[in-house]
């Protein structure tokens, strides 16, 4: 998916979970962006207690570890996960921040 999708997806009430790292958050993440690290997704999103078709966009640094994130919530049966790639790739194609709150740099 590209960036400029995904920021029209996550435009619609969308639980937008970064996979990464609290020393990656740090550095700049999607504002209103939940952080679970892609190992803990499973647990993370549970414990959250959403429905099995909530609509979920994970994102991470290169889109590798939030589709590793997206197959496990997906073998756990959640219908609606959406792999939004890499944070960078996000902020590139909206960096004024208008959806789902704002960029923080």
Not at 7 to 28: C, N, Q
Not at 75 to 87: D, F, L, P, S, W
Request: overall charge negative.
């Amino acid at each position: 998916m590209d960036a400029k999708t995904a920021w029209s997806m996550m435009a619609s009430p969308t639980v937008v979970i970064d996979v990464r790292t609290m020393e990656e958050v740090a550095s700049g993440h999607v504002e209103g962006a939940l952080n679970i690290p892609y190992e803990d997704i499973v647990e993370g999103v549970a414990a959250l207690g959403l429905d099995k078709d909530a609509p979920i966009a994970v994102y991470c640094r290169s889109g590798n570890r939030s589709g590793i994130a997206q197959s496990m919530l997906q073998a756990e049966g959640y219908t609606q996960v959406v792999n939004v790639g890499a944070y960078v790739d996000l902020a590139a194609a909206n960096p004024d921040g208008a959806v789902n709150g704002h960029l923080s740099h």
